[in-house]
């Protein structure tokens, strides 16, 4: 049999036929269905059949009457041999497209359709049914979205992808807790209740720690994201006067005990739990009234193989804790302090997950004020001691339960050697040492802790020794070590956005999270929303004065990097966190001169947290601090700042980055102000250094550029009206950077330069004799980027003039191209090499008749030829010689054609 040849059918040539739908249609469902399998017999022209098919249908109104088709394909989708699937699935796509406005009735019929071939073996069909639930219907449509459940746990990973975004979670993971989308989720209560019709013995009661899960792990964990998703956009009324077993949350509850089933996942069981500590801070006593009688259970998971499960566990413990009698929830506190005996010691699971109930719970119970003051000293006894005789893991969960219990009063001394003395006075020496530690987690557990246990601290001896411990690790390295130390001094400090039943009750995790300052442009929180302080305004205000003459006196200013880093962090956490407090307002001016000083830190991590920190100074600012503020960066990136406060320079200063300027003749390192002396001195060279300093400053230089890059980008969103007065002086420099030979400031002023022009071409234009000229001028510059940037923005910017824009600087141009191409630097004599072909061609462009007006071309012949007779051809740069030459050969081949038209015709 002779095998046809393929021919492909444009599918706008399809659109010509239209008319003739129903009549192709019927004829090409009996072919296909006519009793014998296609693939057995033609398989070329079946693929080119259900090609046609879907199609024809793509374009058909009347197919979305009845599902007749749609069944029809995804049967065949099942029947047919694997080679035809492809093509049939194809079909199936355009198909879809059909029934997007078909009735209530037909997408009724597609549900089950869907819902039938989800989870059927062939991969196809299963595609299908996911693509046709995400295309169909919207996402308040409870059926397509628990058809995009099932299909989340599928074994393709492109069918799992389709369904997470048919659900919204496929980039949750990247997405921060404090950013919000508004999406139209399903109410809770019809999405619920779709699930309960579809796997009934939900209903049942289950035994989690044996109980079957009713779902694959992944299908649960996409449902419970899924619901809190809903949960959190569903106005849930008050469920005081109704059957709590009834409500919307009890179902959610349920749910949420089922996926704790023993064969599920340890991912799935801690966001079940977290899910429930979620819950009960929209529903405190609907939760807590439901687990208090759940206590066991709860105490069962404590020893669970996951961290963030047990913690989940031990904090939904002491939520549940505050709807117990107090006889009740003092016997629980009991029970669990008698468990963690240290002269028996238990798997650490276990010891873990007792260490944090008993910090919850006993937080708990201080703030239903029904604890004995004698039992909470017996509590922090008992976690004192684990801090001293423990590791560091288990040493710096104690100290977060003692800051939990610090949240709730200030922490009661305990007796050491027959006398009293503060926890912290006598745990000094052991987190000195722990401190010292590398273990990350612990040491940031352990820092938070202690701004937790100043929270209601009295004495300003204690929040001294808190403060010690904090900024002894003034030199780490360990960013997220810094970022845990601003945080507890902004707790030190007061006025933080959050509350201690913010801390304790829902899933806190950090201020950064929380508030979302350190990773993007969330606005500030309200004062409304901030903590209340300690009652001991003395010892706090001590306490503030102690970390303001820290932070300006020592670390600020240090000459060590380190020391400037963890100094920018702190003071950025302080202006973030405690940014309305009245102290930190009347700093203001010396928070941004800190912030003017430090963006151009040698550091990238204090480049881009001064930044960040000046955009908050700016938000916090009056109109007077925001005009300086604003002048300051603008002076900055045009090189007119003000001379920065001086640093004294220690031997072991690192003045460059190690490997910036070489080594040594001997090999050794050349990065320090000690190293640097000596290797003048063995020149016999003193006054080398003050070239060695010459050279650190304008490094710094370029820093400061693209530091103050950073907080230019993050102000200028809010300066508005502002900048305009600016943008003269800001344009050209702009532009000229954009060209930068270091691409980070490149991408720092191009972002820029895209924030405050909306139109860039018009903006050149407007600031074309102002740019050219700034570029002239720094074509000549001592600093060979500068000199480089500026031919490679020349080259750029001249590009399809006219003669009009470029007939005052075409002699300069030229003679820049011409000192750029004889450049000591050979990226600069590149850039000139560019530059001498775009200024060649606009040349040869303005002096072509049939392209510029006789007038303009006989100008441009007069300023250019003579210039490139003498300056060019006599030249003793070889390469300015023959460009000129080649120039000049081809002005006049022009002239000649020219004349010979004008002679012709």
């Given at each position: ?14 659109s ?23 693939s ?27 599902t ?88 393709k ?54 109980g ?23 106005d849930?009324?008050?469920l005081?006067q ?5 409500s919307?949350v ?30 009960s801070?929209?529903?405190?006593k ?11 259970w ?26 117990l ?9 009991s ?9 028996h ?91 010292s ?12 802790s202690?701004?937790h ?16 411990l ?25 006025e ?60 600020i200013?240090s ?25 930190i ?30 955009s908050?100074?700016?938000e ?8 300086q ?11 007119a700042?003000?001379?920065k ?40 060279q ?8 010459d ?13 103050a ?12 009206e502002a ?46 004799d ?23 923005a ?23 191209t ?11 004599r590149?850039?000139g ?73």
């Amino acid at each position: 049999m002779v095998r046809p040849v393929q021919k492909q059918i444009p599918l706008l040539e399809m659109s010509k036929y239209l008319h003739t739908r129903p009549l192709v249609c019927s004829p090409l469902v009996c072919l296909i269905y006519s009793g014998m399998p296609l693939s057995y017999t033609f398989t070329f022209s079946a693929h080119i059949l259900f090609l046609l098919w879907g199609m024809i249908y793509y374009f058909c109104e009347h197919c979305s009457n009845k599902t007749e088709m749609a069944i029809r394909l995804f049967t065949a989708l099942r029947l047919e041999d694997q080679s035809l699937r492809l093509t049939i699935q194809e079909a199936a796509t355009s198909l879809a497209t059909a029934y997007k406005g078909a009735s209530i009735v037909v997408r009724k019929d597609l549900e089950a359709l869907l819902l039938e071939n989800c989870q059927v073996e062939q991969i196809e069909v299963r595609f299908s049914a996911v693509r046709w639930s995400t295309t169909l219907y919207d996402m308040q449509h409870c059926p397509s979205r628990y058809i995009c459940m099932l299909g989340a746990s599928d074994v393709k990973l492109d069918i799992r992808e389709m369904a997470l975004t048919g659900l919204n979670l496929l980039n949750d993971e990247r997405q921060s807790p404090a950013i919000t989308v508004d999406f139209n989720y399903p109410d809770i209560v019809e999405m619920l209740n779709y699930i309960y019709s579809q796997q009934p013995k939900l209903l049942e009661s289950n035994d989690q720690s044996d109980g079957k899960l009713l779902f694959p792990s992944k299908t649960f964990l996409a449902m419970i994201k899924f619901l809190m998703k809903c949960f959190e956009a569903s106005d849930i009324p008050d469920l005081s006067q109704e059957d709590p077993s009834h409500s919307p949350v009890a179902k959610m509850c349920v749910v949420l005990e089922h996926a704790m089933s023993y064969e599920g996942s340890s991912e799935l069981h801690a966001l079940a739990l977290k899910s429930l500590v979620d819950i009960s801070s929209r529903q405190p006593k609907l939760v807590s009234s439901r687990y208090a009688n759940r206590l066991h259970w709860l105490r069962t998971l404590l020893s669970h193989v996951d961290s963030d499960a047990r913690e989940a566990a031990a904090r939904l413990l002491g939520i549940a804790s505050s709807a117990l009698s107090s006889s009740a929830a003092l016997s629980l506190l009991s029970e669990l302090t008698s468990a963690l005996d240290p002269n028996h010691p238990s798997r650490f699971e276990i010891y873990h997950g007792l260490l944090c109930a008993i910090g919850y719970v006993t937080a708990c119970c201080l703030k239903e004020s029904y604890i004995p003051e004698e039992l909470v000293q017996k509590v922090v006894d008992i976690l004192v001691k684990v801090v001293e005789s423990e590791g560091s893991t288990l040493a710096s969960i104690a100290m977060e339960s003692l800051g939990h219990i610090g949240l709730r009063c200030a922490l009661p001394s305990i007796s050491r050697n027959s006398s009293a003395a503060g926890v912290l006075t006598v745990l000094h020496e052991r987190l000195t040492k722990l401190l010292s530690e590398n273990d990350t987690k612990a040491i940031q557990k352990i820092l938070v802790s202690l701004g937790h246990i100043s929270w209601n601290e009295l004495s300003f001896s204690h929040l001294k020794i808190a403060l010690d411990l904090i900024f002894s690790l003034a030199r780490s390295k360990v960013e997220d070590v810094l970022f845990a130390s601003g945080e507890a001094l902004s707790f030190i400090w007061g006025e933080v956005p959050v509350t201690a039943d913010v801390i304790l009750e829902t899933n806190f995790v950090s201020l950064s999270q929380a508030t979302n300052f350190l990773t993007g442009d969330a606005p500030l929180l309200d004062s409304r929303n901030f903590g209340k302080r300690s009652s001991c305004e003395e010892a706090r205000t001590t306490a503030q004065e102690e970390i303001i003459n820290k932070l300006f006196d020592t670390l600020i200013y240090s000459s060590r990097k380190e020391e400037r880093c963890a100094g920018t962090v702190c003071l950025v956490s302080l202006t973030m966190y405690c940014g309305r407090h009245p102290k930190i307002l009347e700093l203001l001016p010396q928070i941004q001169e800190a912030f003017s000083h430090l963006i151009g830190d040698s550091n990238e991590l204090t480049q881009d947290l001064a930044s960040q920190g000046m955009s908050i100074v700016y938000e916090l600012g009056d109109a007077s601090m925001k005009g300086q503020l604003v002048h300051a960066l603008v002076n900055t990136l045009t090189g007119a700042a003000k001379k920065k406060k001086a640093i004294k320079l220690m031997e072991d200063s690192e003045v460059f980055q190690e490997g910036t300027i070489g080594s040594n003749p001997a090999g050794g390192k050349l990065s320090t102000y000690k190293e640097l002396c000596s290797l003048a001195n063995e020149m016999g060279q003193p006054d080398l250094i003050y070239k060695f300093m010459d050279l650190a400053n304008y490094q710094a230089a370029l820093n400061s550029k693209r530091g103050a890059a950073f907080g230019f980008s993050k102000i200028a969103k809010q300066a508005g009206e502002a900048l305009q007065p600016h943008l003269h002086t800001l344009i050209p420099r702009l532009v000229r950077y954009q060209y930068d030979p270091d691409k980070n400031i490149q991408d720092s002023m191009g972002h820029i330069w895209k924030l405050i022009v909306s139109d860039p071409k018009k903006a050149i234009d407007e600031h074309y004799d102002v740019i050219v000229e700034d570029l002239l001028v720094q074509s000549g510059s001592r600093l060979w980027r500068s000199r480089e940037a500026s031919c490679l923005a020349l080259a750029d910017i001249i590009q399809g003039r006219r003669y009009s824009q470029v007939s005052k600087h075409l002699i300069k141009i030229w003679t820049t191209t011409f000192r750029a191409m004889d450049d000591i630097k050979e990226t600069v004599r590149n850039a000139g090499d560019s530059l001498c072909r775009a200024v060649s061609s606009l040349t040869v462009r303005l002096c072509d008749v049939s392209l510029t007006t006789a007038s303009d071309a006989k100008e441009t012949m007069n300023i250019v030829l003579p210039f490139l007779l003498s300056e060019g051809i006599l030249s003793k740069v070889a390469s300015v010689q023959k460009a000129s030459i080649n120039l000049v050969m081809k002005l006049a081949k022009s002239y000649i054609l020219d004349r010979w038209r004008k002679n012709c015709y």
